[in-house]
């Protein structure tokens, strides 16, 4: 990704903005995407969690799947429910590959009227909308939205200040939205985002985008945020990067996103399975169920898990990890010096033995070990407005 010439990367429709507002820009799935602006991570991370924050997210995709079909196509497609999820409210869905592997994590909106609006990965993009149309473009129709961008607005002002904006939004609660004017501008919005704070996502026509973009920067609260304090936020709030956290070899019950499959989905449902890759993931799940000292190891090796470093040395993306008897056990996908927590955070994948919260383990850092406790997360709690 770092080795990709300027030449060849795209830009979002607020490219000329933040060179304007003089952030730095690095290659990011693709795009030329802005990692901080002058400010820096932490005056970012920190703002976001205290006020306002603007993130330009129009990386990633946008598409609709329309038709009286389209509930029940897309939940073949993953392990979730589709079919019973309300107008009006939002859910979080994961692609699965035939072995029950993780092609991509995405958030899905029930617009009613047979549409459904879906948000993927921006470096999974194009294969996710190759790959629904392959398996479901017969059902429903698969309609790509290039022609939009997407901003996130996170923090614990973020209500007040777009409602100022957009009276009436403050009515939304948690993974609930619908078509709203902002300024004048039409968007559509929901209430969620990934920094663990209360917030928006907003899709916006490209055309529209700068001019939203400048509106909410001049709100006294607003500040614009980068990949970098993105990414700090996340993992403080104990979310998965696609990529690094997730990918096609790991499972959602490896990865511990059991919760997001609902009952209707699991063993003894009444859509019980018919999702890429069931057998073995019931299976799991299953596996998961038994209590600490009687859980099927065979079936289930190894979980995500959060991790406390219990020295102040922040634990990186790939170090392995050990058992304090040197047997390695897992390694980090995920890791650096939480602003808000300030001290030493991490996630990864662990030997279902050690995935228990209070295990103490270590990681190897530049070839010294680093004690680690394995942790709950989030490591900050979540603040989601749900009424």
Partial sequence: MASASTDDLLKTPLH???????????????????????????????????????????HMGQLRLV????????ETLMPVDVIGLAPGKQRYGLLLNDEGGILDD?????????????????????????????KIGKRCQVLPMP????????GPQAAATLARLSPGVER???????????????????????TGEDGFEISVAAKDAEALARLLLAQPEVKPIGLGARNSL?????????????????????????????????????REG???????????????????????????????????????V?????????????????????????????????MGYVALAYAEPGTRIQAIVRGKPVPMEVSTMPFVPAHYFRG
């Fill in 314 to 346: 922040p634990v990186r993306d790939g170090t392995l990890l050990e058992s304090f008897e040197g047997l390695a056990i897992g390694h980090v996908t995920s890791g650096l010096l939480g602003p808000t927590v300030d001290r030493p955070v991490a």
């Fill in 234 to 270: 996340r993992l403080e709030a104990g979310l998965c990067l696609y990529g690094n956290d997730i990918d096609e070899t790991t499972t959602p019950v490896e990865a511990s996103l059991g919760w997001a499959m609902q009952k209707v989905r699991r063993t003894g449902g009444e």
């Fill in 67 to 74: 038709g009286p079909d389209a509930a029940a196509a897309f």
């Fill in 172 to 194: 939304f609660v948690f993974m609930t939205g619908g078509a709203v004017q902002i300024g004048g501008l039409p968007a559509f919005v929901t209430r969620s985002g990934y």
């Fill in 16 to 58: 000329a903005l933040h060179v304007e507002l003089g952030a730095r820009m690095v290659p990011f799935a693709g795009y030329s995407m802005p990692v901080q602006y002058p400010a820096g991570l932490m005056a970012e991370h920190k703002h976001t969690r205290e006020a306002a924050g603007l993130f330009d997210i129009s």
């Fill in 274 to 312: 018919g999702f890429p890759g069931a057998v073995r993931i019931l299976a799991q799940l299953t596996a998961a169920s038994g209590t600490a000292g009687h859980l099927d190891h065979d079936t289930l090796k190894r979980k995500r898990v959060g991790l406390v470093a219990l020295e102040r």
């Fill in 147 to 154: 022609d939009h961008a997407l901003l996130a607005l996170q």
């Fill in 106 to 134: 995405l958030m899905f909106f029930n617009e009613g009227h047979d549409s459904l609006f879906v948000i993927v990965n921006g470096a999974c993009k194009q294969t996710d909308i190759a790959h629904i149309t392959a």
